[in-house]
Structure formats: structure tokens, C-alpha cells
């Protein structure tokens, strides 16, 4: 007895606010905390799922990335401003895409190309946006190679002109290719290359399949379609429901309570006005608190946010979420380091009424390349500018003047410089999000000893 009072004196003492102070239930209140949790824990399966939804939507692969469900899209030029399927798109590489359904599918076989020493790199990514493995010169060669993809439980035979074989852990599987340009004048020579990466099923290995071929489409594939309101959970619900993971059993589990995970799909209306106000809530919270976390992921590197955390996620759900809402389709930071960031040296928002100025060190730390690339601050968006150039990359060395000590000096500004020697990359006339992309970055890098160029304005 004295244990309770005790402990009812301590409750007391720290002067909760009551119900009628708060005006919220405790039902709703339980499912607001709740509701934040799942978005949160949902928001890597949601991005891929919009994705998916989008680029899925037609009924023949196409020449802007779009194919039906099991098949692959490409693209056939450089992406731009166009393009707005998901944030941060790069301007470095074209790009192949597949969603699978390995449940209906089956295995398939993906199929590489001789590359000889043309950059690509195939990745694949699970349902809840982690990396299952990347496919790459140094894993798969420069010859040509055959990869089965499976799920984990598959007990099939594999064939003998099989090369290598990728178990995932969840069937729907996303594929994200790159094909590497020199620039414009590489570009016919890089599509012979970039057509003949396919895909297909298991039963039609050993039939001929030459280069791939797409329909015209008549435009980019469009933004990501999202739900509104209480759909959100609706499509949490149908892909962790898709794609259970054992690992997170107890996670979701809790769910449960607001119709996720639960025995019958998510269904608004089962929902009691109290829980559906509490979720209505944690979805404009959610959001908020991802944007914020955004901003500040990643180990700081001079300014940069290194994004070390990329393709795999464990069980940090918040840099998963945070991560997908501006660079969708992350790979992991061995095969491709993204450093990024919105601000100057002195800690002020990148904007294009002002002039700054980087120079890359001649020991640029990428294997491959690296390239800087301009986006708007708020969508993480290319934007359109005077001379067509939306990034600085070391692939298109044409477009390069260097200084004679071998650095890369680069004007970053919305009109064009009058400094003929510096690489001007064009500025929006408002805020700006600076991107770079680090090919095969070099250890020192990894071991986040190699420091980063500073902006400065000038």
C-alpha cells in the first residue's frame, strides 16, 4: 500500500496535464504516437511503393524509364529538369528500371552487357528501400554476365550459364541501372551498351534476346502519385502486409491497435473518429519531423552531409525515412557517396542571389568519377537554366577547364561568370541544394578522413 502511494505521489508531482486540460482522448492520443511510428517505420516501403504505382502505369516498357510490372524501362538521354519522379535524379548516367513481383514472376534473370571500361552499376533494392546487392564491374565483370534473382526461400535448380545468383528478402524487388556517358559525343556509343542490359523470366533463358526494345513515350515519367489522408496507412498497411519482415515482427506488431498489419487490410472507416483524428495528426507530424531530420542526417564532412547511412538502414527508421524523401533509391556508400548540402561555410542558405565559389582538390576522391549537381531547395528538382547545364561532372571532361596545379575551380552563381577560367555551374535566383556524387569513393573517404572543398560566398 505504501508503494502506491508512493508511486501516485510521484505521478502527482510531475503535474501531467489532465484530459480535460488537453481536450484529446487517450484513444486518440494512443493512436497519434502510433500512427507517427508506422509512417515513420512505413515511409522507405511508401517511397518505393509510389514509385512503383508511377513507373508501372503503362502497358508496354517505354523510353523514359516506365514498363508494366516485371519488365524494364529505360531512358535513352540525360536526365534534366524534367524529370521529377523522385528527387535528386542525376545527370551523370541513363537510367534502366524494373519493379518485380517475384511472387508472380518467379525468378528472372538479368542479363549484363560487355561493358569494357564503360561505368554501370545494377541495383537492386528490397520493398523497404534497403540494398539487397549491386551488380558492378568488379562483382560481374567487364564481359557480359547472367544473374538469377530469386527470393530467399526459392529451392529451384540453378542452371549451368548462370553466373551468380541474388536472394531477397522481400518479392517486390526494385531495379535501378546506370549506364555511364562521356558526353554528347559518347552518347550514341553509350546507348549501344545501355540497350543491351535486359531482363526477362527464368523459363526464356537460352532464347535469343537482343537489344531492348521501347516504345516512344510522350513525355518524363510523371511525379510520384501519393495518397491523401488516411489512404497513407492504408498503403503502409498493404506493403508491410506484401512484404513481412520476421525481424521487425515486434515493431509492427503494435500497429495492430490502428488497422495495420492486423488480419483484414487497413479499412479508415473501422477506425473509432477518435483514432482517425490521432492518425490525421500524426500524418502531418510525421512528415514535419522528417523534413526536419533531413536536414541534419548523415556525419557532417566541412558543411557536407555525408549520408553514410545509404542502402542499408538496420533499424534506424527515422534516417531511412529521412533519406528516401530526397534521394530515393540510395545506393549503399561503397558503390556511391552522395555529401550534399544547403548551406555556405558559414552556415547561411545556398541562394542565388549570391555568387560562391568550390574547388575540387586534384586528388578528387572518387575511383570512377564524381560530379556536383544544382537542384531547388525546396523539391529537390533540377532547374532549368541558360546553357543546359545542370551538373559539373569529371565523366565529361570536355566541358572542364582545370587550373594548372590540376584542381577544378568551379563558379556557383545564377548569371554567368566573368572568370572565363572557372566551370560555372548555374544557380537557380532562389534557395539551392548542392548534390555530389562520388563514384567508387576512395577509402579515405569511407573512413570520413578526407575533407570535403568548402563554398564560399563571395
Not at 484513444?27 to 497519434?32: C, F, K, P, T, W
Not at 535501378?176 to 556517358?181: E, K
Not at 526464356?204 to 495518397?227: C, Q
Not at 477518435?274 to 531530420?293: E, N, T
Request: glycine share 6%.
Amino acid at each position: 500500500m505504501k508503494k502506491s502511494l508512493i508511486a501516485l505521489s510521484l505521478l502527482s508531482a510531475f503535474c501531467f496535464p489532465t484530459q480535460a486540460e488537453t481536450n484529446i482522448s487517450p484513444e486518440e492520443e494512443l493512436a497519434y504516437h502510433l500512427g507517427l511510428q508506422a509512417f515513420i517505420y512505413g515511409a522507405g516501403p511508401l517511397t518505393v511503393a509510389a514509385v512503383r504505382e508511377t513507373s508501372t502505369a503503362v502497358s508496354e516498357p517505354m523510353d523514359n524509364a516506365m514498363a508494366p510490372l516485371n519488365k524494364m524501362g529505360k531512358t535513352r538521354q540525360l536526365s534534366g529538369p524534367q524529370d521529377r519522379i523522385v528527387p535528386t535524379v542525376n545527370n551523370d548516367t541513363m537510367y534502366s528500371q524494373a519493379h518485380y513481383d517475384l511472387d508472380l514472376a518467379g525468378p528472372m534473370v538479368i542479363e549484363i552487357p560487355p561493358t569494357e571500361n564503360r561505368y554501370y552499376i545494377v541495383q537492386l533494392l528490397d520493398a523497404y528501400s534497403d540494398s539487397i546487392t549491386d551488380l558492378f564491374q568488379a562483382n560481374t565483370g567487364s564481359k557480359g554476365s547472367k544473374v538469377l534473382l530469386v527470393k530467399n526461400d526459392w529451392e529451384g535448380v540453378v542452371p549451368a550459364n548462370i553466373d551468380h545468383v541474388v536472394r531477397s528478402r522481400t518479392p517486390m524487388v526494385w531495379l535501378i541501372h546506370r549506364t555511364g556517358v562521356f558526353g554528347p559525343s559518347d552518347q550514341a556509343a553509350a546507348l549501344e551498351v545501355h540497350d543491351r542490359f535486359i531482363t526477362y523470366p527464368l523459363d526464356e533463358l537460352g532464347k535469343a534476346h537482343g537489344p531492348m526494345k521501347l516504345a516512344k513515350a510522350k513525355g518524363r515519367i510523371p511525379p510520384m502519385t501519393t495518397p491523401q489522408g488516411l489512404d497513407w496507412y492504408a498503403l503502409i498497411d498493404r506493403e508491410l502486409r506484401k512484404n513481412p519482415l520476421p525481424e521487425a515482427q515486434a515493431m509492427v506488431e503494435q500497429f495492430k491497435y490502428i488497422g495495420i498489419g492486423d488480419d483484414e487490410p487497413f479499412d479508415a472507416n473501422k477506425l473509432s473518429r477518435d483514432q482517425q483524428r490521432g492518425l490525421l495528426r500524426a500524418l502531418k507530424s510525421a512528415q514535419s519531423i522528417i523534413h526536419y531530420a533531413g536536414r541534419s542526417v548523415g556525419t557532417s564532412n566541412n558543411g557536407w552531409s555525408m549520408m553514410f547511412e545509404g542502402g542499408l538502414y538496420g533499424n534506424d527508421y527515422l534516417s531511412r525515412a529521412s533519406i528516401n524523401l530526397r534521394a530515393a533509391g540510395l545506393n549503399v556508400p561503397e558503390r556511391a557517396l552522395y555529401p550534399n548540402r544547403y548551406t555556405d561555410s558559414k552556415g547561411n542558405q545556398l541562394n542565388g542571389k549570391h555568387k560562391y565559389r568550390m574547388t575540387m582538390p586534384a586528388d578528387a576522391p572518387a575511383n570512377a568519377f564524381w560530379s556536383l549537381t544544382m537542384y531547388d531547395a525546396e523539391n529537390l528538382f533540377m532547374v532549368e537554366n541558360e546553357i543546359d547545364r545542370y551538373s559539373i561532372s569529371t565523366n565529361r571532361k570536355e566541358e572542364l577547364r582545370y587550373a594548372v596545379d590540376g584542381t577544378l575551380p568551379i563558379c556557383i552563381q545564377h548569371d554567368k561568370p566573368a572568370d572565363k577560367t572557372c566551370n560555372w555551374l548555374p544557380a537557380p535566383d532562389d534557395d539551392f541544394y548542392l548534390h555530389i556524387r562520388l563514384y567508387e569513393p576512395t577509402q579515405a573517404v569511407l573512413d570520413n578522413k578526407y575533407k570535403m572543398p568548402q563554398v564560399y560566398k563571395l
